[in-house]
C-alpha cells in the first residue's frame, strides 16, 4: 500500500519491519473504537507520521489482529484521505505456546496486495492452546475464562472479575493467550504462494533464542528453519544469519548454519513503536522509524514486496543492521 515517489531501484533505504497501531492493545494513546470520524484521525495522523519519518517501507506488527492495517485501508479510499507517500505491509504479532520460562512471540509479514479473506483465513488457522477455538475476540474471552485463578492473578486479573466483564476477560485474552505452534506453521503454509513470511524475534524481546535448545531442540529447529526473517539488533548475529563468517561467530557459525540448513536468513532490527512519534533521548518511548541505539535497518532493494522478497534470498548483499552502511557512508564521503 501506498505509492513512493522513488523510482531509482535497488537503493540503500530504510525499513522499519515492527510498528503497532492504535489497534494494538499496548497502543500508547488513545485506540481505535467505534466512532469512525475519530478512528480517521488517528488514522491521518499515522499517516503523517510515517510521511514524516525517514524510513521508506513499514510493516505492522499489532498484536493478534489485523485491524489497523483495515482502517488505514478504508481510510485511504476516502477522497480527503491524506496521501501515504510511504510502502506499507500488513502483518500481525502473536504469541505462541513454548517450552520456556517466559513468552514468545511471533510474526507473520504479508503482502500488501493480499486480499482481506486472506487474511481472515490466515486468522482462522490459528489455534488457541488450551481451548482449541480458532483466533477471534469471542476465543480469546473464552480461553482467559478457562484458566485457573492462580493463573490469573499471576498476571494481575482477578476470575470473579474476568466471569462478568467481558473487556476485561479480552484484555486478560490478550495479556496470556498462546497460539498452538503447529497451526502458526499450517496457517502460513496455507497462503497463497510468496505472499506471507514468518519472522521470528530472536534476540530481541521475548525471542527463539532463549529457548533451551539443548533440553527442546526439535522445537526450536523447527521455528528456526521455517522463519526466512529473524529480528535482532547485534551485527555479529547479523552476520551468523546472512552466511557471513567473524572473528566473534567463527566458534558456533558451523552449528548455526547447518541448524539453517546453509539457508541464510534476513535479520532485521524494527523499532517496535507504540505510539506515532518518540521523544527524542528517551529509548522507551519510541516512535515510527525510532530505531533503539541506532540499530538501524537498511535494505537495498525495490520499496516492493519483491524487493523484500529478493533481500531474503540475498541477505548479505542486501541488508544491513547499524548507522549507516559501509558503502553509502564511503559514497557519501567520496563524492
Known sequence: MGCLELDRGAEWRLWDLHIHTPASFHWHGKRFGSDEIENNALVDEMIQAMNASDVAVFA???YWTFDGWFHLKRRLEDADAPKLLKKVFPGIELRLAAPMPGRLNAHVIFSDRIPDQDLHDFKSKLSLELICRPLSPEAL??????????????????????????????????EIAEINVDSYKRAIDAMPPYTAVGFM???????LNSVEWNKHYAYALSLFQTSPIFETRDQETWASFAGIRTEKNTKFFDNFQSALKNVPRL?????????????????NKRGYGDFPSDK??????????????????EPAKRSYIGLKPTKLTEIENNK
Open 60 to 62: 505492522l506488527m499489532d
Open 141 to 174: 474471552k473464552a480461553y482467559s475464562r478457562n484458566v485457573g485463578e492462580d493463573f490469573l492473578e499471576k498476571h494481575g486479573f482477578k476470575k470473579a472479575e474476568i466471569d462478568d466483564d467481558d473487556a476485561l476477560a479480552l484484555k486478560a485474552g490478550y
Open 296 to 313: 538501524k535497518t537498511w535494505i537495498k532493494a525495490d520499496p516492493t514486496w519483491l524487493g523484500l522478497l529478493q533481500t531474503i534470498k
Open 201 to 207: 524475534p530472536f534476540t530481541t524481546n521475548d525471542g
Open 267 to 283: 535479520a532485521i532490527a524494527g523499532s517496535d513503536a507504540h505510539r506515532f512519534t518518540g521523544t527524542n533521548g528517551d529509548q
